[in-house]
């Protein structure tokens, strides 16, 4: 029964990689190891293989199966590849250094001295944009 | 985003541990506009179009948008955290992954 769905594991594979960005890099638990997406993922190249093995239209199976693959790849290259690829952090400022006199707009266009807000206990963070 | 949302949830501890959160990107000012709102932010965020404070603090990743709307460079910050008191840089973590940033917990910690 499950080998016949030769549908199923490409489906499970479009899920596992787009149910990580629009659902589960929402929490840190499971943003940081992608446990639930690297599970849906096996899940899907297993029911891929069934299908490929059982299959009578093996055109679709095979492209099914490398459907799969090539998502699941995708996947764990954009984890464990892509995302590590930043800058040197050798070029940031360190631990002891002042901080550089500069002024900024919030969100309200309100002008902002760093050192002003620098002189209690401050948390600076840098992210990346909003897109 | 989320993890403005994540600091947004701790903003208390951080409030109690007399620590001010601020945020910077290179968006615009309506950007962060938009940011604070959707989110419901009690901090600031900041404007650095032209990657000033970035720069300042080495922080450019060049290219980092791969769609950049037009007339911008596509450059971007790299994700950091710095912790700063008396005007100078006490703590810091620079992220080896953007996919993967610092628990609110780990600067709660450093903060005390």
Known sequence: MLGRMVWLGPLLAIVGV??????????????????????????????????????????????????TLFLSGFFVWYCYVFSYDLPSAELALDVGAPVPAIALRDDRGQDVELSALASDKLVLVFFRGHW | MSELHGLQLRASDFEAADAKLVAVSVDSVEQNRGVVESLGLSF?????????????????????????????????????????????????NLTDSYRVRVDPDDILAALR
């Open chain 1, 18 to 67: 787009l149910s990580y960005f629009t659902i589960f890099v929402n929490w840190p638990i499971t943003r940081d190891v992608p446990w639930v997406n690297l599970l849906l993922l096996a899940f899907a190249v297993g029911a891929s293989i069934a299908g490929f093995a059982r299959a009578r239209r093996r055109v679709l199976a095979s492209a099914g199966l490398a459907l």
């Open chain 2, 44 to 92: 600031p965020v900041l404007s650095d179009p032209d990657l000033v404070a970035v720069d300042a603090f080495g922080l450019r990743h060049a290219g980092g948008n791969p769609m950049p709307e037009k007339g911008a460079s596509g450059d971007i910050a790299r994700p950091a955290i710095y912790l700063i008191e008396n005007n100078a840089i006490r703590w810091r």
